[in-house]
């Protein structure tokens, strides 16, 4: 899909900007405007990229070209109808007339950002293949004719299609002649990033079928590098999911998961994405499942509503535009939407399995291979094209350096190169005689005689001539790449973090790790139990450190800036949950975790437990049974408590959501062992003890809990201590007997206790 956002140096407008560059600021601040026209021109685009894409298919597959069928032709104008056809027509003549057969790209993303700054732009179809690069940009209307000659939108285009195959010209991977001998074609293109895993790919033959589901660009090129520095890194940590074009929310599932990654083959539940519009009695469906389509989930409801099993919908209708999909959903009065879309997960295709099969040719034969099997080839192959490619550049730059050493030879005496050439008898004479004359080869020779006239002066030498040091200097560095592997993998990381740079889009598909429990289980493997301490920082660094490492180390390794927040003495085999600011709780079992050492700086642990980006934890839980409370102290003066095994599950998940309540800014939080007194001091200067027991306790995760603290306007809870930290003149004067209470105002002589935040 094209972009939302358009560049402000795009394509479609660049015949007036390369015109007038000063029109692209002045209309920045335009309001964007659309007609019935523009919609019908967005709409016709639609329907020819997806007659294209259905076409496309059955060409590949052998099948001669025929026209839409006319049911097409029903839920369209005839024009549209006839402009889809003959868009296909031509895209058909131009793709068999290749002299092999091309690559089509269709609505393919193309970025300029080299030549024009953060410019960008969509090609409605480009065909590459044999050396010929053909781009197509579908016009419709009337009114205004469109030349493709010195087209700048086209050309705009051409620059990015070459940032995107420019190697091919380097050798950097073998070609083939094509079917019928004709030309010759490339087996592979070298593109800087695993294309594979980077789309959705559906396709079977000669009784074997592949079934790849596509991962979000940015986190699939930074687990490459991840990979490239360590064989055995975790791939969940940098790429914990598959995501999808249209979005959807990924209900992830550890096991299948793991098996994709390493194995290639598993299964990826996908559900739709919705929203129940307040106050209006209707359901947004805004993402669906990549497996299916918005027509096969209209057919599906309006069965089961014939049918009688669905009786709380009134009415549906397709509402996709511009803005993208939407399906809405009419309900009747008082029907519980969450309910509702419960049922309509397990009956209709709103959630539906994205079943994996990576079977994938390697070096022409069929191979299953996982995710990290697949990057690992890759990054192989992409080696071999760099090698290639840096060979390709050195020979050019020792030719060229050869023969500007021939040129240099004749900068010491001009006259006698003119003369030489002057008085040679016959022209095949020249070349041997220059040769003789300086001592130079018969490239060099050839080269020189070649010069026109008007440049064998000085200055035209001096200038050519004074490439030959920084030509030296280029060789040198080119074959200290060829002797460094290293180097070639230093320049692989690079490209993908440029790429990653360029192209990375923030993830469609939302993965929901909170799922719903499942009766039953597998036992759990028995896992090594010895005592540990551990250590969790402020940044969200945690080390893990056995005692025999702890007794014989030195002052802890820190990031700059890093402290210590947290240190617990417990033992391996029990369960560490991080709570954070997004209202989640992160779960990992501690021997999930390795071992570490006082000088590493300890485990990243937002990496590591794939926390959303700019999320922070807050604190940090280790529990062996559950047992305790947690207290929520909220900024206007409430306090909930929660039962700690109200984040236990009998499924092995690593995510809950909600795991407190977002009304309100919390002040702090507290983990509770066993009943206790706090110290709540407010921003007002009073004080109160309050014993725990006081606090009734809820069972719901994010309940807003019990007024705890009577605060006035702009009051908040400042910080909240064990009571027995403080050593107080006079106790009896904050302690409260009911909830909730002012407090007492802090007195001199207890007003040097220092109070922190928990």
């Not at 030296?472 to 790449?481: K, P, S």
């Not at 417990?570 to 079992?589: G, H, I, P, S, W």
Request: proline share 5%; net charge negative.
């Amino acid at each position: 899909m094209p972009p939302v956002k358009h560049a402000l140096l795009g394509a479609s407008s660049a015949a007036r900007w390369i015109a007038c560059p000063p029109s692209a600021r002045a209309t920045e601040s335009l309001p964007g405007e659309t007609s019935k026209y523009a919609e019908e021109g967005t709409r016709a685009h639609e329907v020819c990229e997806s007659a294209l894409r259905y076409k496309l298919a059955k060409w590949e597959d052998g099948k001669p070209f025929d026209l839409l069928s006319d049911w097409a032709q029903q839920s369209m104008p005839t024009e549209m109808f006839n402009a889809a056809n003959r868009y296909t027509s031509f895209i058909h003549d131009q793709w068999a007339g290749f002299p092999c057969r091309p690559s089509v790209f269709i609505e393919q993303e193309v970025d300029v950002s080299e030549w024009v700054p953060g410019g960008f732009g969509t090609c409605d179809c480009l065909l590459i293949g044999g050396g010929l690069l053909h781009i197509v940009d579908f016009k419709y209307g009337q009114g205004v004719p469109v030349s493709p000659v010195h087209n700048p939108q086209l050309m705009y285009y051409a620059l990015g299609a070459y940032e995107l195959f420019r190697d091919i010209d380097k050798e950097t991977v073998d070609f083939l002649p094509n079917y019928d001998g004709t030309t010759t074609e490339p087996t592979l293109l070298p593109v800087t990033f695993p294309t594979i895993l980077a789309n959705n790919t559906l396709g079977i033959a000669v009784g074997m079928a592949c079934n790849i589901c596509s991962f979000n660009l940015a986190e699939l090129c930074s687990t490459t590098v991840a990979l490239m520095k360590d064989a055995k890194h975790d791939i969940s940590t940098t790429m914990p999911a598959p995501d999808f074009v249209g979005g959807g929310q990924i209900l992830y599932d550890e096991a299948q998961m793991r098996d994709i990654f390493e194995n290639g083959r598993g299964s990826v539940k996908v559900r739709a994405r919705y929203a129940a519009v307040p106050g209006e009695n209707m359901i947004e469906i805004t993402q669906i499942p990549p497996t299916t389509t918005v027509e096969a989930i209209m057919d599906k409801i309006a069965e089961l509503v014939k049918a009688g099993k669905i009786k709380e919908i009134s009415d549906m209708r397709d509402e996709t535009d511009l803005n993208g999909l939407k399906l809405t959903l009419d309900l009747k009065r008082g029907v519980d939407a969450e309910k509702l879309m419960a049922k309509l997960f397990k009956a209709t295709p709103l959630e539906d399995s994205f079943s994996c099969n990576f079977n994938i040719l390697v070096s022409g034969q069929p191979r299953v291979m996982g995710v990290r099997e697949i990057l690992q080839e890759w990054t192989a192959f992409r080696m071999e094209c760099v090698r290639r490619r840096t060979y390709y550049d050195l020979h050019g730059k020792e030719k060229r350096l050869h023969l500007l050493k021939g040129l240099a030879a004749i900068l010491m005496d001009i006259d006698k190169a003119i003369h030489i050439i002057r008085t040679t008898e016959e022209e095949t004479e020249v070349v041997p005689n220059l040769m003789i004359g300086f001592g130079i080869d018969e490239v060099q020779a050839d080269y020189v005689a070649e010069i026109k006239l008007r440049h064998l002066n000085r200055e035209y030498i001096l200038k050519r001539t004074g490439e030959i040091e920084q030509l030296e200097a280029d060789i040198a560095d080119l074959n200290d790449i060829l002797a460094k592997p290293a180097r070639i993998r230093k320049i692989i990381m690079k490209e993908l973090a440029d790429v990653a740079k360029k192209y990375g889009q923030p993830r469609r598909s939302e993965i929901l790790y909170d799922l719903p429990e499942e009766e039953g289980g597998a036992e759990e493997e028995a896992v090594p139990d010895y005592p540990v301490t551990v250590f969790f920082t402020r940044e969200g660094y945690l080390k893990k450190i056995p005692p025999q490492s702890l007794r014989t180390a030195g002052a802890h390794k820190l990031k700059e800036g890093d402290e210590i927040v947290r240190q617990v003495e417990t033992r391996n085999n029990v369960e560490a949950l991080f709570f954070t600011d997004k209202q989640q709780v992160y779960k990992v079992r501690l021997a999930e975790l390795e071992d570490g050492k006082v000088a590493q700086m300890g485990i990243y642990l937002p990496g590591r437990l794939g926390m959303d980006e700019g999320e922070n934890i807050l604190d940090m839980v280790i529990t062996s049974d559950y047992s305790g409370h947690m207290l929520f102290f909220f900024a206007g003066g409430r306090c909930a408590k929660i039962p700690l095994s109200s984040y236990a599950t009998k499924q092995n998940r690593r995510k809950l959501l909600k795991a407190y309540c977002d009304k309100e800014p919390l002040a702090t939080m507290f983990f509770l062992p066993e009943e206790t007194e706090l110290a709540i001091r407010t921003s007002a200067g009073r004080m109160l003890l309050v014993g725990t027991a006081q606090i009734a306790a809820k069972t719901t995760r994010d309940s807003q809990g019990v007024a705890v603290v009577t605060l006035k306007k702009n009051q908040t809870i400042a910080s909240v201590v064990p009571a027995d930290t403080l050593e107080l003149a006079n106790p009896h004067r904050y302690r409260v007997r009911s909830l909730p209470a002012t407090g007492a105002l802090v007195r001199a002589e207890d007003e040097g206790e220092q109070m922190t935040m928990l």
